[in-house]
């Protein structure tokens, strides 16, 4: 069964820390990989991933994917309180035809002033 | 270009009643996905749709759970004779057709509706 699996579960820094999320997947027919940003309502689109090694960027947040070794990174540096947030990991589902998401359970991050 | 949206955002049913959550899609986007997302877990794909026709609807529970996307208006999620284990949130997202006449991997995500049964 496919499964995307985030680590860790929550997390609590201050302002100014560089933190690092994890997401491992086992997805079938793998295409590509999505991190998505919740705060209290819709999950808000951060990057997605389809080739290995290729850091994607975006001001203080990236992103890398390593198709090897089945996972892949979102970092976000010098946080601020406004990162606070549930961090998302998801990827399509292998059925052809379908484009399902299949979500890990997310990292909740605390930015703490 | 206005984003996907939901309503109603809250909606608060008694056990045995119905439950219609709606769902307009970004402009141009032809495919929806409702998910559901209970307290403190991730979010759980229900149903794909595109107009008038259901593609996937592997999540979705087989008893009292429908979906629709007709052809004019919104894509309608119905929960029938709701119970205190649907109190959720559910979420819908929408993306252009991609390669291939299917959707794409990038979906954009509506508000939510909070479903709460007393």
């Known amino acids: 069964e496919d499964k995307v699996v985030q680590s860790p579960l929550s997390l609590v820094v201050h302002e100014g820390d560089t933190v690092t999320l994890n997401c491992s997947y086992e997805?079938?027919?793998?295409?590509?990989l999505l991190w998505y940003k919740q705060e209290k309502k819709a999950p808000t689109f951060l990057f997605m991933l389809t080739s290995s090694g290729i850091e994607k960027k975006s001001g203080r947040l990236s992103s890398i994917l390593d198709k090897k070794e089945l996972f892949s990174i979102l970092n976000i540096t010098a946080t601020q309180t406004g990162d606070s947030a549930i961090y998302l990991c998801?990827?399509?589902?292998?059925?052809?035809?379908?484009?399902?998401?299949?979500f890990g359970t997310g990292t909740r991050l605390k930015v703490l002033a | 270009n206005a984003g996907v949206m939901q309503n109603p955002r809250h909606l608060v049913r008694r056990r045995g009643q119905e439950a219609r959550l709606r769902c307009s899609p970004m402009?141009?986007?032809?495919?929806v996905y409702w998910y559901r997302q209970l307290p403190e877990e991730g979010l759980k794909f229900m149903v794909y749709?595109?107009?008038?026709?259901?593609?996937?609807e592997s999540g979705m529970p087989k008893e009292r759970f429908s979906a629709e996307f007709p052809k004019e208006g919104p894509s309608i999620l119905r929960i029938q004779q709701v119970v205190r284990g649907d109190s959720a949130a559910y979420f819908c997202?929408?993306?252009?057709?991609?390669?291939?006449?299917?959707?794409?991997?990038?979906?954009?995500f509506g508000p939510g509706t909070r479903l709460t049964v007393l």
């Open positions: 997805v079938t027919n793998f295409r590509s």
């Open positions: 402009k141009g986007h032809s495919h």
């Open positions: 998801a990827s399509p589902g292998a059925t052809s035809g379908t484009y399902k998401y299949i």
């Open positions: 749709l595109q107009k008038e026709n259901i593609i996937d």
């Open positions: 997202a929408s993306s252009p057709i991609g390669i291939g006449g299917g959707g794409t991997d990038t979906q954009y």
